[in-house]
């Protein structure tokens, strides 16, 4: 079911925790929101449950409108499933009993049915009469998933749903549970301080920083296509370049990149992919760090002006610290921050 | 190997008396039945078994009941007065169960003031608090601050998460408390359960107060009045089976406890509606007033009647000998808990995992059975025993082990071994580990242990009526024998010096009961 925020406040005691949160995600997409810690997150995904009273602004999911300023549809009648952080499983009650708890309302067969579906949907079969501290972090996480979806919810809200894994378990999981949400195609906003996960699942892409959503995006237009400054340094890697515009021209420490709308003072957003590693550039510059990626080296470059900057070299392209190293740049685009 | 050798012995030193006691009374089921004992089965024992079931039973509801209410008021609704009550529905533990008796007996009395009023003015004749009923009152209001703390501290501790999982899946507030609070709790009001059904199967003071027979008193009159040990020891034994089944139950409970371990946010109060909110703290009020308040105030205006004719010189020989019994076996017990808790950790051998858990189940065994269940063997193989107070001290020992164990164990918890290498690894000596690292991390446990154990060894009443030696008087003996003398009004000067003594732990009580869930 669609669901869009517009302009949502919230305010506990002083402190103004959302400060204006505005986006929309169709029905059946997935909406990532990703961002540092505390700006605001969790705070969203727990005013769309109605878990806080917003102070501003609407909620609407479908054609309802489920909260505003002094009014809150009870959590209980929202028809909204949400993956707590670390789960919440019911330690008391067994993988089955938990999945059962959200279907009172169904008819007894037609419950038992659902619980089956959720047990082998989610890969829990045989799993269904251990206790929450039983299971692995893995298991856990797909009971908690199972549970939210078991009551076939409008809207699928996920707090952090891979924190607790290992890696290789995460890369698992993502790739699992998108292909799950498209199957059954149910809209879900998620919460991520993770990027790779974010990528991974992400239909929209949303960066909040400081109680707002600063870009909502599709991920490779955050990734690409950065709004702001802050996006630009939380997704992926990057260096500011400083730019003076003249004639047509962006004037850089590594050369002039034409861009008829060059003007004043301004920063270039540079990637590792935007520098390539060539021999014979005449642009060479002495290596301060390297990282052995596996599949590339990720170089920092010491430019003259003392400017760091990230340049990617093929696995085999093997120099050490104290070289020198040629590049070139091969950006597509340009990301310009204008300074004021 | 050494090491290992000398940790066994304390914990076997330890856990002697406890095997002791069981041993006697082993041994007394296996001897032939005299003609006492076919009287007292004829004639006391049905009576007196009866009686102990149903109070045990009565006030184990009814403590559940008060407590788990008023706990799931306090912890998770807010209401006027809630801070309060928050801590101050623990004050009846501060009342001895004999002296609140006392009060109602003297206050509710036929004779009584309050009664001949309700008789004259209004007809109507309440039933006499000396009943069976009576006593389970009793025993309610002064046992069910226990229920409450940790049912209190159980709610508190389930994360606000389980809550709102529930929310998220339908339920409203009072339907999640039932469906999963309640349940996360359950283990540990089970265990506080079956905490006061021991206090209450071991109880002296109130039954003897009120003339109610069970088997605690149907011992004493055995021992005391036909002075048979056999009869004695073989009701003693009747009462440990019952005991160690309930021990059984409230272990059980609390390994159960400690799988429900919860982290994360904790609950947020909801402010409850205003008529909601006034039922609960009348609620809270009324129970309160009751086992609180009105004793208090009662006991006061009696005293006030009488401390000119009663406070003479003798009061300061039962004061001092109360207080030097209770500083001497608190002394006792942390020195042994202390030594008892580093052998615990220094070896892990059968020795110590096997007698270790006996040590500290003394706690669950009735103070009139320990007194004859130690004073009887002891002194027939050392008769020099008799008039000393050397059987008392291990019988102190033997039952409130647990209460100062129990803060020691919790303080050198939190001295993990690596500190001590760490310190080993800088070059410490062992006297200089002790005193900088050590010492400082265990005091406040050392002290908490002393007061806990010492209050509760100025209000224990059946193990030093029934071991001291002849005309031997604290102020716990004064209370009971003004008592069954019918002078209760006499009897609160003593009574308020009990009180005043037991107000002093409730700061550490409230942490060690909350460290025992």
Avoid at chain 1, 158 to 177: H, K, Y
Avoid at chain 1, 234 to 245: E, R
Avoid at chain 2, 161 to 178: D, P
Avoid at chain 2, 493 to 503: D, E, N
Wanted: charged fraction near 20%.
């Amino acid at each position: 079911m669609r669901l869009e925020l517009r302009d949502i406040h919230f305010r506990r005691e002083a402190t103004e925790i959302l400060r204006g949160v505005d986006l929309q995600l169709e029905t059946g997409d997935i909406g990532v929101l990703v961002g540092p810690s505390g700006c605001g997150k969790t705070t969203t995904l727990r005013c769309i449950a109605g878990l806080e009273s917003i102070t501003g602004g609407e909620i609407q999911l479908g054609d309802r409108i489920v909260s505003s300023a002094g009014y809150s549809l009870g959590v209980e009648d929202r028809r909204v499933g949400y993956v707590l952080q670390d789960n919440a499983l019911f330690p008391h009650l067994t993988v089955a009993d938990n999945i059962r708890f959200g279907l009172r309302k169904l008819a007894a067969e037609e419950r038992e049915t659902r619980v089956a579906d959720m047990l082998s949907l989610l890969g829990l079969r045989g799993l269904e009469r251990r206790l929450p501290q039983d299971l692995s972090g893995g298991q856990q996480q797909r009971v908690a998933i199972a549970r939210s979806l078991a009551p076939q919810p409008d809207l699928l809200l996920m707090d952090e749903p891979f924190s607790n894994l290992d890696a290789r378990l995460r890369t698992e999981l993502v790739g699992e549970l998108r292909g799950l949400l498209k199957k059954l195609g149910i809209t879900t906003l998620l919460v991520t301080h993770d990027q790779h996960d974010a990528f991974g699942l992400a239909d929209r892409l949303g960066y909040m920083n400081d109680g707002q959503v600063e870009q909502w995006d599709t991920p490779y237009d955050v990734y690409h296509r950065p709004r702001t400054r802050a996006v630009a340094k939380f997704i992926g890697d990057g260096v500011m370049l400083p730019a003076i515009g003249k004639d047509g021209f962006w004037h850089t420490e590594l050369g002039n990149i034409e861009d008829p709308a060059a003007d004043g003072s301004a920063d270039l957003l540079l990637r590792p992919d935007d520098l390539l590693h060539d021999d014979d550039s005449p642009t060479q510059a002495r290596i301060v760090e390297r990282v052995f990626r596996g599949a590339d080296f990720l170089y920092t470059v010491q430019l003259p002006s003392g400017l760091r900057v990230l340049a990617l070299a093929p696995s085999h392209h093997d120099h050490h610290v104290g070289e020198t190293l040629g590049f070139r740049l091969a950006n597509d685009h340009l990301v310009v921050f204008r300074r004021d | 190997m050494l090491a290992r050798w000398r940790a066994s012995l304390v914990i076997l030193l330890a856990a002697a008396p406890a095997l002791v006691v069981l041993a006697g009374l082993v041994g007394a089921w296996l001897t032939p039945a005299g003609d006492a004992l076919q009287h007292q089965w004829r004639y006391l024992l049905p009576d007196a078994s009866r009686n102990t079931l149903i109070l045990v039973t009565v006030v184990a509801i009814g403590s559940v009941l008060l407590g788990t209410t008023l706990a799931a008021l306090v912890a998770l609704c807010d209401f006027p007065g809630r801070r309060f009550f928050s801590w101050g529905l623990l004050l009846p533990l501060s009342i001895p169960g004999y002296v609140l008796a006392t009060v109602f007996a003297g206050s509710l009395d036929y004779s009584s003031p309050l009664y001949s009023w309700l008789r004259e003015e209004i007809g109507w004749q309440w039933p006499s608090i000396r009943s069976l009923g009576g006593a389970a009152l009793v025993l309610t209001l002064t046992l069910f601050p226990y229920v409450y703390l940790i049912a209190r501290v159980a709610f508190e501790s389930a994360a606000q998460r389980y809550l709102e999982a529930a929310s998220l899946l339908g339920r409203t507030r009072l339907q999640a408390t039932r469906e999963v609070l309640l349940p996360l709790a359950a283990p540990a009001i089970l265990a506080a359960t079956a905490l006061v059904a021991m206090e209450a199967l071991a109880d002296f003071g109130v039954v003897a107060a009120l003339n109610v027979d069970t088997l605690t008193t149907a011992l004493y009159r055995a021992w005391y009045g036909m002075f048979s040990l056999v009869t004695a020891q073989q009701i003693a034994g009747f009462l440990v089976v019952m005991a160690l089944l309930l021990l059984l139950l409230e272990q059980r409970a609390r390994q159960a406890v400690r799988m429900r371990e919860s982290g994360g946010i904790s609950l947020r109060r909801r402010r409850l509606k205003p008529l909601p909110a006034t039922l609960a703290t009348l609620f809270a009020t009324v129970t309160l007033g009751v086992a609180f308040a009105w004793p208090v105030v009662h006991l006061l205006s009696w005293a006030s009647t009488h401390v000119a004719a009663d406070l003479d010189t003798r009061y300061w020989g039962y004061l001092l000998r109360s207080v030097t019994l209770a500083g001497l076996g608190a002394l006792l017990i942390v020195l042994i808990s202390t030594l008892f808790v580093y052998a615990r950790r220094a070896d892990v051998g059968w020795v110590t995992r096997g007698f270790a858990p006996l040590a500290t189940a003394g706690y669950a065994i009735p103070g009139t059975v320990l007194a004859v269940g130690l004073y009887a063997p002891l002194t027939q193989t050392l008769p020099w025993l008799q008039g000393t107070l050397f059987v008392l001290f291990i019988a102190y020992i033997t039952r409130f082990f647990a209460v100062g164990h129990a803060p020691m164990a919790a303080g050198l918890a939190r001295l993990p071994m690596a500190l001590d290498e760490a310190a080993l690894l800088l070059g410490s000596r062992p006297l200089e580990r002790w005193r900088k690292i050590h010492w400082p991390m265990l005091k406040g446990s050392v002290a908490a242990a002393f007061v806990l154990t010492f209050v509760d060894l100025m209000k224990e009443l059946p193990i030093t009526l029934l071991t001291r030696p002849f005309g031997f008087e604290t102020l716990a003996i004064r209370v009971f024998e003004l008592t069954s003398e019918g002078e209760w009004e006499r009897a609160a000067v003593p009574a308020l010096a009990l009180v005043l003594a037991g107000l002093w732990p409730l700061k550490w009580l409230a942490g060690r009961m909350s460290h025992a869930t």
